[in-house]
């Protein structure tokens, strides 16, 4: 069966530090990959998702990047982490035409 | 591109009761509905999907229903009990967008013993 790991599960940064968190997937191959952002108590916003190794689609311009060095392993990173950044950290993995199942979460708080 | 919009925000009900959960979506080319439950702090967990080529669904107590003409889908779930009180988020997948999913904003629902 498939696993969605990510890491860190909690993270406090100051503002100005970069940030660099990591998911990885288990049990599948070629699985489309996807970054939500969601703040508290609100809906789920899409940051990026990928269909293939060095294949990312940004959503929503902002201070942050992603990866994919490997078929299972999605990065999410900044050079400079600002208050707004703040939130609940979600990756989720799919396969084409199927559902996405997501991770268990990063959720982290910028000072 | 692709719009969901979900209503009610939020829905009291008491335990045995039915709820019911409304989207609409804007892109006539969306082909695939799933429905999410959140629980506090956890995430967002796959509780049942259909397809644009099905008008409805069911699982024990929960069940979807799709209209494509008018663009609206719903959740279904009878005989409510507590632990159903979480956050559900409805969402629809553009035609050949990688998979990507657009949410819907959230309806959160309490189940009143």
């Known amino acids: 069966s498939q696993t969605i790991h990510q890491w860190p599960a909690t993270l406090v940064q100051p503002v100005g530090s970069p940030l660099s968190l990591e998911c990885t997937v288990e049990?599948?191959?070629?699985?489309?990959l996807y970054w939500y952002r969601q703040a508290a108590g609100r809906g789920l916003q899409l940051l990026f998702y990928s269909v293939g190794i060095g294949q990312i689609s940004s959503e929503v311009p902002q201070n942050l990047s992603a990866s994919r060095p490997q078929d299972r392993q999605f990065i999410l990173s900044s050079k400079k982490l600002l208050l707004s950044d703040s939130g609940f950290y979600l990756c989720a993995w799919s396969l084409a035409g199927g559902g996405q199942y997501f991770g268990p979460g990063t959720r982290l708080t910028v000072t | 591109g692709e719009n969901v919009e979900q209503h009610p925000s939020t829905l009291s009900v008491q335990e045995g009761d039915s709820a019911v959960i409304k989207c609409t979506y804007s892109d006539s080319a969306s082909n695939y509905f799933p429905w999410y439950k959140q629980e506090l702090g956890k995430r967002p967990q796959l509780i049942i999907d259909?397809?644009?080529?099905?008008g409805e669904k069911k699982d024990q107590r929960i069940a979807v229903t799709l209209n494509k003409t008018a663009k609206h889908f719903s959740l279904h779930i009878t005989e409510t009990q507590p632990e159903d009180s979480a956050v559900y988020f409805c969402?629809?997948?553009?035609?050949?967008?990688?998979?990507?999913?657009?949410f819907g904003q959230g309806t959160e629902l309490s189940v009143k013993p």
């Open positions: 049990g599948t191959s070629n699985p489309n």
């Open positions: 969402a629809a997948t553009p035609y050949n967008q990688g998979g990507k999913l657009i």
């Open positions: 259909i397809r644009s080529n099905v």
